[in-house]
């Protein structure tokens, strides 16, 4: 197991790495002061973890932060079954916060085309495109968390979005993630969205993952949650039969998008 100072020398080296996809050793090892035998062991453990490729001279990152409009394209037919089906889960008078990820973009384009047993909302939001695609759309209740703006997912993120969220009494958490698997669990590919996401689940009552299937298997670097951490999974039918099966023995219930 990795301590949590070597975690933290990971996360550096992977922020450093997010830019462009790639390093060169020397310079890592300048930038944050670190022995080259330290360095090693640190590629060799982010290597092992599937996130990057060492190669003479430095390293290729293999998991890279993937631009929000890119990713808005990936899987959409998926996505937006899963936003639907999400819908389903609002009552009048809740409180609920939509993750930044385009799956939530998803769930609010689905709000907005109307609620008609829902006659009350509180929604929050750290997603810039989720409450602009909400605003002046719903009679709801509409809160976007400030902070400073992390251009690649067009969220607010940082000190000042984290003191708003403390404040906050949540319902529902509607989580997206990059990946999940059962033994690395919830994870996202940037840093400053995770501490996000910790941030509303410690606000939260209840906490359901928005994540359709081809996220199953996958592995990003930075953890959400343990897998068993969330209690409902809303996905496709595509899931694979593995991870049904290590939904069941988490005590993960699953709720099919194309299914309900």
């Given at each position: 197991m990795v301590?949590?100072?070597?975690?933290?020398r990971l996360e550096l080296i992977m922020s450093a790495m997010s830019a462009n996809?790639?390093?060169?050793?020397?310079?890592?090892?300048?930038r944050f002061q670190m022995s080259m035998m330290t360095l090693r062991r640190d590629l060799l453990e982010l290597e092992?973890?599937?996130?990057?490729?060492?190669?003479?001279?430095?390293?290729?990152?293999?998991n890279r932060d993937v631009h929000y409009s890119q990713r808005l394209e990936l899987g959409q037919a998926q996505k937006q079954l899963v936003g639907r089906a999400a819908?389903?889960?609002?009552?009048?008078?809740?409180?609920?916060?939509?993750?930044?990820?385009?799956?939530?973009?998803?769930?609010?384009?689905?709000?907005?085309?109307?609620l008609p047993l829902v006659t009350h909302l509180h929604i929050v939001t750290h997603g810039i495109s989720i409450a602009s695609e909400l605003a002046g759309r719903t009679p709801y209740q509409l809160q976007l968390i400030g902070g400073e703006v992390y251009q690649n997912a067009?969220?607010?993120?940082?000190?000042v979005a984290l003191a708003q969220i403390g404040d906050?009494?949540?319902d529902v958490f509607f989580m997206g993630a990059g990946g999940v698997d059962a033994q690395q669990g919830w994870t996202n590919s940037n840093h400053v969205e995770?501490?996000?996401?910790?941030?509303?689940?410690?606000?939260?009552?209840?906490?359901?993952?928005?994540?359709?299937?081809?996220?199953?298997?996958?592995?990003?670097?930075?953890?959400?949650?343990p897998f068993a951490g969330i209690k409902r999974w809303?996905?496709?039918?595509?899931?694979?039969?593995?991870?049904?099966?290590?939904?069941?023995?988490?005590?993960?219930?699953?709720?099919y998008a194309d299914g309900l």
């Open positions: 301590n949590p100072l070597a975690e933290h996809g790639e390093c060169r050793t020397q310079q890592l090892a300048e092992t973890r599937g996130l990057l490729r060492r190669v003479h001279g430095g390293a290729v990152a293999l819908t389903r889960l609002l009552k009048s008078g809740q409180t609920v916060y939509l993750d930044a990820g385009t799956t939530g973009f998803e769930m609010a384009r689905a709000i907005g085309q109307g067009l969220s607010t993120v940082g000190p906050l009494d949540i995770t501490q996000i996401k910790r941030a509303v689940i410690a606000r939260s009552k209840d906490v359901v993952a928005i994540c359709d299937s081809a996220k199953w298997g996958q592995r990003s670097f930075a953890p959400i949650v809303i996905v496709d039918r595509g899931l694979a039969q593995e991870g049904v099966e290590a939904a069941r023995a988490a005590g993960i219930a699953l709720t």
